[in-house]
C-alpha cells in the first residue's frame, strides 16, 4: 500500500536526515547512547502517560462531536490543528508539513489500510474515545484500557468499552461478522503474545485482523530503519508482533508493508493484515 494523495505530498517541505537529526532532536543523544534513556511499558506507564496525562486533561470539558474532541486533544499539548507544523514521515522521506495535512493523511491511511478487509462490524482495540470509529460507515465499535477515554467515548455518543489487553475474558466483547483492528495501540504491548492468543478463543466471530502500528522490524537495515528499531527498543514498544504472526501455522498473513506513514519519523507504521485459516 502507498499513500493515496500523492499530489499533496509534493506539496511538502523535504527534510535531510542530517537536519532532522541535528541538535534540536533530543532522540539523537539518546540512540547514540550519549544520554540515558529506558523506558518499562507496563500497565503503570500506559496509566500515567494516556489515561492520566492525555484523556484526563479532556474528560471535564464538553464536545458537541468527536471531531470537536480531537481538535481539543490537539490544543492540549499546544498544537493549533490548522496552523501548527510537525515532522512526518513517509517511507524513508521525511517532511515538514502542517497538521491538518498530516491528519488528512493519516486518516485517509487507516481507511485505505483497512478497505481491503471490510465486514459487517469494526471493532477497534485500544480505541481511545473511539475517533478511528468515526471514519467508517458500518457499525463500528472498540475497546479502550484507560477509563477517562471511555467515559469520554459514552459522553459523545462512540460504541467503546473497557479493555485490557492482557485480560483474556475482556476480549468476550467482540461481536460475529468483525474485523478486529488496532491503530498505535498494540504498540504499548511488548510482547504480542497474549493478543494473538486471546483473539484465536473468538476466531470463528472475526474475518480478518488489520494492524496499522510500530513495531519491530528485521529486515530494516538503513540509518533510519536501525534508529527506528533502536527508538522502539528505547521506549519498550512491540518488539514482536510481525515475527509472531510469521510463526503461527493457524495464522495466513495477507499484506505486510513497513514504514508507511509515520507521525513521527522514528515511530513508522506498518501494515499488517491477516486471518486465522479455515
Known amino acids: 500500500m502507498k499513500i493515496k494523495n500523492q499530489s499533496l505530498i509534493a506539496q511538502f517541505e523535504k527534510l535531510e536526515i542530517n537536519d532532522f537529526f541535528g541538535k534540536q532532536n533530543r532522540w539523537t543523544n539518546r540512540l547514540l547512547g550519549y544520554e540515558e534513556f529506558q523506558k518499562n511499558r507496563d500497565l503503570a506507564q500506559v496509566e500515567s502517560e494516556y489515561n492520566q496525562d492525555k484523556y484526563k486533561v479532556l474528560l471535564n470539558q464538553s464536545y458537541a462531536t468527536v471531531e ?8 492540549s499539548v499546544n498544537l493549533d490543528p490548522e496552523t501548527a507544523m510537525t515532522v512526518i514521515s513517509i517511507g524513508d522521506d521525511i517532511y515538514n508539513v502542517k497538521v491538518s495535512q498530516m491528519r488528512e ?41 484507560s477509563s477517562n477515554a471511555v467515559s469520554i467515548a459514552q459522553k459523545i455518543g462512540q460504541d467503546v468499552v473497557q479493555f485490557n489487553y492482557y485480560e483474556e475474558k475482556d476480549y468476550d466483547f467482540i461481536r460475529p461478522d ?3 483492528i488496532s491503530v498505535h495501540s498494540i504498540e504499548q504491548i511488548p510482547d504480542a503474545s497474549c493478543i494473538v492468543s486471546s483473539l484465536r ?18 529486515e530494516r537495515n538503513t540509518l533510519l530503519g536501525l534508529f527506528r528499531n533502536r527508538y522502539l527498543q528505547l521506549n519498550d514498544y512491540n518488539q514482536n508482533l510481525i515475527e509472531l504472526l510469521k510463526s503461527q501455522s493457524d495464522i495466513e498473513i495477507l499484506e505486510l508493508n513497513t514504514d508507511i506513514f509515520g507521525l513521527v519519523p522514528l515511530n513508522s507504521s506498518n501494515i499488517i493484515a491477516w486471518r486465522f485459516k479455515k
Not at 68 to 75: A, I, S
Not at 202 to 213: A, G
Request: glycine residues 8%; charged residues 25%; hydrophobic residues 35%.
Open 68 to 75: 470537536e474532541c480531537k481538535f481539543r486533544e490537539f490544543q
Open 105 to 145: 493523511l493519516y486518516y485517509d491511511m487507516i481507511q485505505q489500510a483497512v478497505k481491503p478487509y471490510q465486514s459487517k462490524r469494526i471493532c477497534e482495540l485500544g480505541a481511545g474515545y473511539g475517533f478511528n470509529l468515526s471514519l467508517f460507515e458500518q457499525e463500528a465499535y472498540g475497546g479502550e484500557y
Open 178 to 180: 468483525s474485523t478486529i
Open 201 to 218: 478463543k473468538h476466531k470463528e466471530k472475526i474475518n480478518f485482523v488489520v494492524h496499522i502500528e510500530p513495531t519491530i522490524v528485521l
